[in-house]
């Protein structure tokens, strides 16, 4: 990739960021939104933890700082939708896609860069608030090192990659539905559930607990959230998430690949 494709994707990023910075009164009501979830999960965990102290390794704070953190990262990394899925698979059934496919540019790393984009804004504009009203609020456990919180931030960048290959190949789906809404529902819930949005993975017992752990979606919440934790080597973390980013691109690419030789352009 020459400078001028790289700075066309760096314009890409900017643009993606700029888009959804306009939707203030949206940005406001998520903000509320995950505030309120975070508070529904928080007093759900104290009560489960008080019950069962040191439940899946984490004490309390532990407990309670990993749903602050589920709460900041989950419209970044788009773990219930929202991401570019919806409209590239819209885009793929309407025939706009032979447009995209006629740009100067690489169709992967150009919903990449706009997703990257998207997911900067919204762990700023929409993550950051709920995190730190649950750190005023409710007792954590957070680091004092700023190489902790250094590290924190290259799990969640390529918790970013990891999320953005799976939401790319769900919208992919799409040449061949023509409608992947169901994929794409299916993906959300898999991805609720299997990146421990809704109980941390640790808690998952025996064999199920380590399938999940194997999944690419643990990448999303459970490894950053172990690194800003110290409960896990942040080089196994990296090492673990861009495993699965490049299997996931390169799958990606490969059915992408197969996808554009058969458009079908429809719609009018």
Known sequence: MGVGSGRLYVAVAAGGFRRYATYRAATAAGVFTNTVFGLILVYTYLALWEERPQLGGYDQAQAVTFVWLGQALLAALAIGGGGMENELMERIRTGDIAVDLYRPADLQLWWLAADAGRAVFQLLGRGVVPFVFGALFFPVALPREVSAWALFLVAVGLAMLVGFALRYLVALSAFWLMDGTGVAHMSWIAGLFCSGMLLPLNVFPGALGEVVRALPW???????????????????VFVFQASWAVVLLALGRLVQSVATRRVVVQGG
């Not at 999303?220 to 196994?236: R, S």
């Open 218 to 236: 643990s990448s999303l919440l459970q490894g950053p959230a172990d690194v800003l934790l110290g409960e896990a080597d942040p080089v196994g």
